[in-house]
């Protein structure tokens, strides 16, 4: 009995050994060259791309629905969705899932760098080498590739022209009296473009802080986003706003009596970033998308329908807009403001009471 319990014990171990090897960890990379292993090195391709993406985004929902069924149409095995609010609800909602473990987004897209670089610090993303690299311009991509810019964005000043003759040219104009009690900003507490704002302005030169307390004590009008922006100028509720590009260019174009101007001490640049989060488990499709947002169909839809500056070199940009290389950009280390974003904010609330 001792020697059979004996065999039957060698036995056992010799199973639970095998076991162990051939189990393995199903996500190590497989030795040697990727196409040895029957993997497509670079751009995944068509036939790889299939299943379900979610995006979790901040842009304009005409237009994101139609890049989804642009994605759709060109990958017909694939099929992406999307959940769509304002930044810091996108956020809100991502950090919820992280603490519960139940991260449906495979993709996020919003506003600003700064909301990027939080989401590399708590781990919610991966490193991308996107073959549309060479084709953009770089300013507008992490270093390390966590991130994309897709639509670079210029914050500025937007006046209504039924009621300013001469066109603003500097930030110092909202600070004269015909601006005082006649401008209009969004909130850096509820808008990543306006929370971007805030902190480029406030590090320019000869702009700082007591430009902010410049803008408090002319009595600006704060509302939560840039909509509320050009509605009000619109309106002739302010004669003066401080606002995206795209927001102004495109209610021009649609028939508001609005112009646009990019000061000449520079413009706070943001550019939509993209990035995919490290708890995908459909990486190629997501990498794909990725892709066909930086593509020329997709950065000509954002151009025609939304107003939005193509980060893509080479390609025509919306009339009125400036070319990226045609501006001053103020663009920080991202990682910089990421570390003083909440500081900032702060400031900024108890400056102008809220």
């Keep these: 009995m001792k020697k059979l319990f004996s065999l039957l014990l060698a036995l056992l171990l010799v199973a639970g050994t095998l076991a162990g090897c051939g189990g393995g960890d199903d996500t190590a990379e497989p030795d040697g060259d990727p196409a040895e292993n029957g993997e ?4 995944p ?9 979610m995006i979790y985004t901040s842009a304009e929902d005409a237009f994101i629905s139609e890049v989804c069924a642009m994605f759709n149409e060109k990958y017909p095995d694939a099929n992406a969705e999307y959940y769509r609010s304002g930044t810091e609800e996108v956020i809100s909602k991502i950090m919820a899932e992280k603490m519960t473990n139940s991260m449906q987004a495979d993709l996020i897209m919003v506003s600003d760098a700064p909301t990027f670089e939080s989401l590399k610090a708590n781990d919610l993303l991966q490193p991308y080498d996107s073959p549309e690299l060479e084709n953009i311009y770089t300013e507008f991509v992490d270093p390390e590739h966590y991130y994309y810019g897709t639509f670079p964005a210029a914050m ?13 040219t500097s ?3 909202l600070l004269s009296p015909e601006a005082k009690a006649n401008t209009v900003m969004p909130n850096p507490l509820y808008s990543g473009t306006a929370a971007n704002a805030l902190m480029e302005l406030t590090r320019a030169d000869g702009l700082g802080w007591d430009y902010y307390q410049g803008l408090c004590d002319n009595e600006v009008m704060v509302v939560n986003g840039n909509g509320g922006v050009i509605n009000s100028v619109a309106a002739g509720e302010n004669a003066y706003g401080i606002v995206c590009d795209s927001n102004a260019l495109a209610a021009a174009t649609s028939g508001s009596p609005l112009a646009f101007a990019y000061p000449e001490e520079g413009v706070p640049a943001t550019a939509d970033p993209i990035g995919i989060t490290s708890t995908t488990d459909n990486l190629t499709t997501a990498q ?7 593509s020329e169909d997709v950065q000509t839809l954002g151009r025609e329908l939304i107003g939005k500056a193509p980060v893509r070199k080479g390609m025509e ?10 501006r001053v950009n103020l663009i920080t280390d991202a990682k910089v403001l990421y570390e003083t974003r909440e500081q900032d904010k702060e400031q900024f ?5 809220f």
Excluded: H, K, Q, R
């Design 40 to 43: 497509e090195a670079g751009a």
């Design 45 to 53: 391709t068509g036939s790889a791309v299939s299943g379900d993406i």
């Design 156 to 168: 500025g000043i937007v006046y209504n022209t039924n009621l300013v003759t001469t066109a603003p």
């Design 171 to 173: 930030w110092n104009d």
């Design 288 to 294: 794909a998308f990725l892709d066909f947002m930086l």
């Design 317 to 326: 940009n919306p009339e009125g807009s400036l070319a990226v290389e045609d």
């Design 349 to 353: 609330a108890e400056m102008f009471g």
